[in-house]
């Protein structure tokens, strides 16, 4: 019996030995591991060749979070409270308020005007004078336009004839039987193109002093007839205003509604009575300076004209120096910065 079981010992360490050998061969090798299946993650796929993953292969240790107690973003000074923030606010909508206002009150007051449901301020001589710079605005703005034409027509006059002399002078070198009459020609040309020039040089002068006049020293006025006109229907709007609050039975509100409509009345007064000053001095000084404006311009286009036409080149040049213009011939090179 005591043999049985010394044989049988062997017999059992030979076949757990043998199962660990079977064990260990069915255990795959360290290439095979990787292509095992872990519990719990993804199986890596191989990388291809040239091909960089954009992530990382493994997880990061530290928190990708902020942490609860770092501080918050500092506050912008309007969430802070600050005064002058607040204050640069509130004065921007009330200019807003008061622009919408005005608007509102000048657009009705206008409606009431041309359906003739309300009255409006009337200064009868100066708004004739006003519609009479107005009329002369336009007058002078057609002198303008034409005289810029015939600036430019003449222009390509004198350009034609200065070629044209050109061209007869090269004819006169190569045709000897008839280099007299060509060389006669073409000096008549280039004394034509030397006094065309001068003339131009005085029509380009009167268009220059013209359009200042019209463009800019009528245009200053009329822009302050302008802001005149928009003040005068803002008085009017308030005044307006005015009369309907002093009709109102006489209550704690209307009370003070009337008030603040006394305030704003006497202010659009005082600034329509002022822009009224402004206009009727504006208005004197300009149609002092247009007479003398005009008086030298008028003067320099008659003598420079009659001059030219009369083939009168002494007085021609004479009325140029007269007026200090300086004559530029435009078939002359222009010169560099450098001798400037």
Known sequence: MSQAVLTNKPLENTSVERNIHEMLKDTPTMNESNNAVHSGTAPPTPPRMGYIP???????????????????????????GDPQIL?????????????????????????FEKLGKTSRTVDSELESQIEQLRDT????????????????????????????????????????????????NAETQRNLTKNGETLLGALNFFVSSVNTLCNKTIEDTLLTIRQYETARIEYDAYRTDLELLAQAPRTDVNTARLEEAQQNYDHHRTHFEKLRSDVSIKLKFLDENRIKVMHKQL??????????????????????????????????????????
């Open 54 to 80: 954009s992530h990382p292969t493994s997880l990061p240790l530290t928190s990708t979070t902020a942490p609860s107690s770092m501080p918050g973003t500092p506050m912008s000074p309007t969430q802070n």
């Open 87 to 111: 204050k640069s606010q509130q004065s921007k909508i009330e200019t807003i308020k008061n622009w919408s206002i005005s608007t509102y009150k000048c657009t009705k007051q206008l409606m």
């Open 137 to 184: 605005q336009r007058k002078y703005s057609n002198v303008l336009r034409l005289s810029r034409a015939l600036a430019s027509h003449f222009y390509h006059v004198v350009q034609t004839q200065h070629a044209l002399g050109e061209a007869f002078s090269d004819l006169a070198q190569k045709s000897p039987e008839l280099q007299e009459e060509f060389l006669y």
């Open 299 to 340: 003067l320099l286009f008659h003598n420079a004209v009659s001059a030219y036409f009369s083939g009168n080149q002494s007085a021609l040049e004479a009325t140029l120096k007269q007026f200090n213009i300086k004559v530029k011939s435009p078939n002359s090179a222009v010169t560099s910065w450098l001798e400037q």
